[in-house]
C-alpha cells in the first residue's frame, strides 16, 4: 500500500482531516485524563482499612440526659453488659471514633518534647482492651492493652496515656529502622507515650485528600472517652448474624435504658455503609468520568463514520476509475483503513500534547497527580483501535463500489 | 425569506436523517452534560447573601507562629476563645459576633414523646441584623441579654412545627439538655447556602439548624463545640473546659459587619494592632500577622466548591468542545454535498449572502432541535446528579426556567459558532465548476 497518494488525496479535503484529527486529539486527552481520574478514585474506593468490615457495625449513642463522666463511663459499662447478651454478638467496644468516619481526632507526633514543627499526624482513637479483637485488627508486634491500663476521659480533659498502640505506617515513619517497639514519641504534649504494640493497618478517620501523605497512620490510646453527648459502640457479630444484631442492638439498649437516641435514619450503620459512605464522591466522580469516557468515544466513533460515508459517496466514481483499473476490493478497503489511520496518528501525536497539557494544569490547579504514560498508551491504542473499527464499515462500501460507476456521472 | 430557507433546511435535514440525528444528538448531550454540571456547579458556588457579601468579613489571626504554616498549611480559619473575646469587647466593627456549633437534646413537654437531637449555632445578638435573618414571631435577643447571659433561644420555623404546632410559641419555654430556654423569636424558613459562617466546620450544605442561643450562655454552661476544634500543639494547657477556654486551641468563627472599604481598612489596621499588642505583651513571639477577607473571598479561601465539580465542568466543557468540532465536521461534509445545488441556485442569480443566510437557517434548526434533546437530556442529568454527587449538594441543583433558556440558548450559540466555517465555505462555492463538471 502506498501512502503517498493517500496524502496527496487527502490535501484536497483538509478541513475535514484536519476536523477529524483534531476530534481525536481533544478526545484523547480528555478520555485519558479521566480514565486516570477513574482509576484513582476507584483505588480509593478498594482502600483496605485493617478491619474486619464484615462482621462489623457501629451503633451512634446519643444520650437523653447530661452526665457526668463517672456517670457516662457507668452507662456505658452497662450498655456494653447488653450488647455483649446479644446472641449474635461476639464482642463489642465504645469508641470516640472509627475508621473511614470521616474528620475526626488527630494529632501531631514529635520525637521530641521541644519539637516545634511536627514529624507526622495520626488519626487518634481511644479503645479499651477489646478494641482490637472487637474491630479485628491484627497485631504484629508488642502487646494489646491491660484492663488496668485503660483510663476513662471526660469532656475536655487532657491528658497523654503513656502507652499506645500504633499502626505500622505511623511506626514506619517514626522509626524507619523497624525497631519502634518500645520507643516514645510525643503528640502535643511534653510527656511521652511508648509503643506497646504495632498494628498491620489502621485505616484513618479522616477520609479526605488532606489525610493522603499521611495513609494509615494512627494511633490508639488506652483511653473510655465518657463525654456528656454520647459514644459510639463498635459491635463484631458472629459470622452470618450481622443483620439480625443490628436489628437486636437499638431494642436492647433501649430496654435497657430509655434516656438515649439512636436515630433510626442513620444511628446503627454496618461498616458496608460506612464504607459507602465515606467514598460517596469518589464513587460519583468515577462513574461521571466514565460516562463521560464512553459517550465522548461513541460521538467520535460516530462522527468519523459519518465525515469518511460522506467522502466515500464524494468518491464513488473515482472508487470506479480505481477498480476498473484494477484495483481489488482488497486494495480499496485498505486505502480507506490507512487513510483514517494515517488521519488518527496525527490526531493522536496532537492528542499526547494536549492530554499532557491538560494534565499539567489538573495538577497545578488541583492537586492531581501526574499522568503516567500508560495510560497515554492505553488511550493512543483505544483511539487508534476506534477510528480503525468506524471507518471498517464504510470502507467496506466503498470496497463494494463496482468498476461501471467510473463511466456514471458524479 | 427566512420561511423559504428553513423549508429548504428541513427538506435537506430530512433527506439524510441519520447525518441529521447525530448532529442534533452529538449536540445535545454535549450541552446536556456542560448545563448539568454547571447547574451543580452554580448552586455551590452561588452567593448566600448577595446584599450583604461585601460588607461581611471573617478575621484571621495568626496564633501559632510562622512554624505552624510549614507542610503548606495556612492561618487558622477560626479564632481562639481568648482573641474571639477581645475583639468583641473592643467593639471596634459596625456589627459583630463570634459564634459556634452546638448541639442538644430537645426534651418535648408532653412526656409522651421521645427526646430528639437538634442542632444550632451560639452567637451573639448582632448575628441576626448582620445576616438579615427573617423572623416569623418574635425576634432576636439584644447586647444586655448577651451581657446577662439570659436563657432566651430563637428556634426555626420547622423547630417551632414540630414543638409547638407552628403556633406563636413567643414566651413559651424549651427545654434543651439540661436547661430550660424561653423563646423570643422564630425565623422563617432560613438557610443560606453555602452556610458562609459555618464553613470552617462544615460543606456548607447542610440542613437547616434549629435553633440560636446567646454565646455567653452556651459558655457559660460549658456546652462543648459541634464543630472543629484544633488545637496546634497547644501542649500542656489545664484540664476542664476552663482550660480548654483558656487555652489556644481555636474553635469560634468570628464575623464582622463594616460598611465601606474605609471601615474594613480601619478594620483591619485595629486587627494588626491588636496582633502587635499580643505581640508586645509577649502572647505571640512573631510579628502581627492577620486577614480580613469578605464573604465571597472567604468562600474561595475555604474552598465551598469541591475540586470534584470544578473538574466535572471543565471537562463537561471539553467535552462540547469535541461534539462541536463533530459537528462542523459533519455539517461541512452535508453542505458541501450540495456543492452542485448551491452552483444551481448561484446561477440563477442568489447572492453569497443569501446561500450563506439559507445554510445558516439550516444550521439554527440543528440548534434547536440539539437543543431541545440537550433540555431532555439536561433533565435527565439533574435527575441522576444525586447518584453521582453528594446528595448535599446534588440536590441544590434543580431544572429552573434559567436553566432551560440557557440549554436553549447555549445549543442555539454553539451550534451556529460551529456552523460557521461549513455555511462559509458552503457559499464561496464557485457556480462554474458544479456546473460543468455535471
Redesign the interface.
Not at chain 2, 447518584?387 to 453528594?390: K, P, R, S
Given at each position: 500500500m502506498q501512502i503517498h497518494p493517500i496524502i496527496v488525496a487527502l490535501r484536497r479535503h483538509k478541513a475535514g482531516t484536519l476536523l477529524i484529527a483534531l476530534q481525536i486529539a481533544l478526545t484523547l486527552a480528555i478520555v485519558c485524563n479521566a480514565l486516570f481520574i477513574i482509576h484513582q478514585r476507584l483505588s480509593h474506593l478498594s482502600e483496605p482499612s485493617g478491619i474486619d468490615e464484615a462482621n462489623l457495625f457501629v451503633v451512634t449513642n446519643l444520650w437523653g440526659e447530661q452526665y457526668s463522666t463517672d456517670e457516662a463511663a457507668a452507662k456505658i459499662q452497662q450498655d456494653l453488659a447488653a450488647l455483649r447478651q446479644l446472641p449474635g454478638v461476639d464482642n463489642v467496644t465504645p469508641a470516640d471514633s472509627y475508621p473511614l468516619r470521616g474528620g475526626g481526632w488527630d494529632n501531631f507526633i514529635t520525637l521530641k518534647p521541644e519539637q516545634v514543627s511536627m514529624t507526622t499526624d495520626a488519626s487518634v482513637y481511644t479503645g479499651d482492651e477489646h478494641f482490637l479483637r472487637t474491630l479485628g485488627v491484627k497485631l504484629i508486634a508488642g502487646r494489646d492493652f491491660h484492663a488496668d491500663e485503660v483510663q476513662n476521659m471526660g469532656l475536655r480533659q487532657n491528658f497523654v496515656p503513656p502507652v499506645t498502640i500504633i499502626s505500622k505506617a505511623l511506626a514506619d515513619k517514626l522509626y524507619p529502622n523497624g525497631d519502634a517497639l518500645g520507643k516514645p514519641f510525643y503528640s502535643m504534649s511534653d510527656k511521652p507515650t511508648t509503643i506497646i504494640g504495632i498494628v498491620e493497618r489502621l485505616h484513618r478517620a479522616d477520609v479526605s485528600t488532606w489525610s493522603a501523605p499521611y495513609a494509615n497512620e494512627s494511633l490508639i490510646w488506652p483511653i473510655r472517652m465518657a463525654q456528656p453527648w454520647g459514644v459510639f459502640y463498635i459491635v463484631h457479630t458472629k459470622p452470618g448474624q450481622l443483620d439480625e444484631a443490628m436489628r437486636e442492638a437499638p431494642k436492647a439498649l433501649y430496654a435497657e435504658n430509655r434516656m438515649r437516641m439512636i436515630s433510626s435514619k442513620d444511628g446503627v450503620r454496618s461498616f458496608a455503609q460506612i464504607r459507602h459512605l465515606a467514598f460517596e464522591s469518589d464513587r460519583g466522580m468515577a462513574v461521571l468520568m466514565s460516562i463521560i469516557c464512553v459517550v465522548l468515544l461513541a460521538i467520535t466513533g460516530a462522527g468519523i463514520v459519518g465525515l469518511t460515508s460522506f467522502w466515500v459517496g464524494q468518491r464513488r466514481r473515482q472508487i470506479g476509475v480505481r477498480r476498473a483499473l484494477g484495483a481489488t476490493h482488497r486494495d480499496i478497503l485498505h486505502y480507506f483503513l490507512t487513510e483514517n489511520f494515517l488521519i488518527s496518528l496525527a490526531g493522536v501525536a496532537i492528542g499526547v500534547l494536549l492530554t499532557f497539557g491538560l494534565n499539567l494544569w489538573l495538577v497545578e490547579r488541583f492537586e492531581m497527580q501526574f499522568l503516567p504514560l500508560a495510560y497515554v498508551l492505553g488511550g493512543m491504542v483505544i483511539l487508534l483501535l476506534l477510528g480503525q473499527g468506524a471507518v471498517f464499515a464504510p470502507a467496506l462500501r466503498a470496497s463494494r463500489v463496482p468498476p461501471v460507476e467510473a463511466t456514471r456521472p458524479a | 425569506m427566512i420561511s423559504y430557507y428553513l423549508k429548504l433546511g428541513l427538506r435537506s435535514l430530512r433527506r439524510n436523517p441519520?447525518?441529521t440525528t447525530?448532529m442534533v444528538?452529538?449536540i445535545g448531550?454535549?450541552v446536556a452534560?456542560s448545563m448539568t454540571t454547571y447547574a451543580v456547579f452554580r448552586a455551590v458556588s452561588g452567593n448566600p447573601l448577595p446584599e450583604k457579601s461585601a460588607q461581611l468579613f471573617a478575621p484571621q489571626i495568626d496564633i501559632w507562629g510562622p512554624?505552624s504554616r510549614?507542610?503548606g498549611r495556612e492561618l487558622p480559619d477560626s479564632l481562639s476563645y481568648t482573641d474571639a473575646m477581645a475583639l468583641m469587647r473592643d467593639h471596634k466593627a459596625k456589627r459583630q459576633t463570634a459564634i459556634y456549633p452546638v448541639?442538644f437534646?430537645a426534651?418535648p413537654s408532653d412526656v409522651s414523646s421521645?427526646?430528639?437531637?437538634v442542632r444550632g449555632y451560639a452567637a451573639y445578638a448582632d448575628f441576626f441584623p448582620m445576616f438579615n435573618v427573617p423572623f416569623i414571631y418574635g425576634g432576636g435577643w439584644n447586647a444586655s441579654q448577651d451581657e446577662a447571659r439570659a436563657a432566651v433561644v430563637v428556634i426555626s420555623d420547622q423547630l417551632n412545627q414540630q414543638l409547638f404546632g407552628g403556633a406563636n410559641s413567643v414566651g413559651r419555654m424549651v427545654h434543651l439538655?439540661?436547661h430550660d430556654y424561653q423563646v423570643i423569636g422564630v425565623t422563617a424558613d432560613w438557610n443560606p447556602r453555602p452556610r458562609f459562617y459555618d464553613l470552617n466546620n462544615s460543606s456548607g450544605f447542610t440542613d437547616a439548624p434549629d435553633f440560636f442561643l446567646p454565646f455567653n450562655q452556651a459558655v457559660g454552661t460549658?456546652t462543648?463545640t459541634m464543630g472543629?476544634n484544633n488545637?496546634?500543639?497547644?501542649?500542656?494547657?489545664?484540664?476542664?473546659?476552663d482550660?480548654?477556654l483558656q487555652s489556644d486551641c481555636v474553635w469560634v468563627s468570628y464575623w464582622v459587619e463594616l460598611s465601606d472599604a474605609a471601615a474594613a481598612q480601619a478594620y483591619n489596621n485595629y486587627l494588626q494592632a491588636y496582633a502587635a499588642e499580643q505581640n508586645r505583651a509577649g502572647r505571640f513571639h512573631w510579628p502581627a500577622n492577620v486577614t480580613l477577607r469578605n464573604l465571597t473571598q472567604w468562600m474561595d479561601y475555604e474552598h465551598v466548591v469541591?475540586?470534584?465539580t470544578?473538574?466535572?465542568l471543565l471537562?463537561?466543557l471539553?467535552?462540547l468542545?469535541?461534539?462541536l468540532?463533530?459537528t462542523?465536521?459533519?455539517m461541512?461534509?452535508?453542505f458541501m454535498?450540495r456543492a452542485g445545488e448551491i452552483g444551481v441556485r448561484r446561477a440563477l442569480g442568489a447572492s453569497r449572502r443569501e446561500i450563506w443566510a439559507q445554510f445558516l437557517a439550516e444550521a439554527a434548526m440543528v440548534g434547536v432541535s440539539g437543543g431541545l434533546v440537550g433540555v431532555v437530556f439536561t433533565g435527565i442529568g439533574v435527575y441522576g446528579i444525586g447518584?453521582?454527587?453528594?446528595p448535599d449538594i446534588a440536590r441544590l441543583a434543580h431544572v429552573s426556567a434559567y436553566l432551560v433558556g440557557l440549554t436553549l440558548l447555549c445549543a442555539l450559540i454553539a451550534t451556529l459558532g460551529a456552523a460557521f466555517?461549513p455555511t462559509w465555505?458552503a457559499s464561496r462555492v464557485q457556480p462554474a465548476w458544479q456546473l460543468k463538471?455535471?
Open positions: - | 441519520i447525518l447525530l444528538l452529538a448531550v454535549g452534560s512554624q510549614a507542610q448541639g437534646n426534651i421521645e427526646p430528639f437531637a439538655d439540661n460549658q462543648e472543629d488545637c496546634y500543639g497547644s501542649a500542656g494547657r489545664n484540664p476542664g473546659f482550660g480548654w469541591p475540586p470534584e470544578r473538574i466535572s471537562l463537561s471539553g467535552f468542545l469535541v461534539c468540532v463533530n462542523i465536521g459533519l461541512l461534509a452535508k454535498r447518584l453521582i454527587f453528594e466555517y465555505r463538471s455535471n
